[in-house]
């Protein structure tokens, strides 16, 4: 074989798998909006319009913040928690319930050691 056919297999060989590449990150991209699709599908019917619509106006501000609430209605939804759909003032509650419980879990103490080494050190007498 010459060089020149080597080349050429190699080039068909490379867009081959580029088409590869290519459909696997499309299938990966579908596989995503499906998820996407059936979450959206459960928070439907999980919530009311209004409180769907409090969720959106969340998601728009803050996108992880909205995504752990709805991972946390739909683990309610599973769990049979919940048995009526969730109104907005229901909502409301929740997402207090959920501030309460990271305010206690992000609270930072500041312990700081005394005798070891103090400002009075840095000044000798000689």
């Not at 459909?23 to 919530?47: C, F, M, P, T």
């Not at 106006?57 to 992880?64: A, F, G, L, Q, W």
């Not at 939804?77 to 919940?82: D, G, V």
């Amino acid at each position: 074989m010459d060089d020149d056919d080597l080349q050429k297999i190699r080039q068909a060989r490379l867009q081959e798998l580029a088409q590869q590449g290519g459909q696997q990150s499309q299938g990966g991209d579908n596989k995503k909006q499906q998820e996407d699709e059936a979450r959206k599908s459960v928070i439907s019917q999980i919530l009311t319009p209004e409180a769907a619509d409090r969720l959106g106006r969340i998601s728009m501000v803050k996108e992880s913040r909205a995504r752990d609430l709805e991972n946390r209605l739909i683990m309610m939804a599973r769990s049979n928690q919940i048995r009526q759909r969730i109104t907005d003032e229901e909502l409301v509650k929740l997402i207090n319930m959920l501030d309460e419980q990271k305010a206690d879990e992000s609270k930072i103490v500041f312990s700081r050691r005394k005798g070891v080494f103090d400002e009075d050190d840095d000044f000798y007498d000689m």
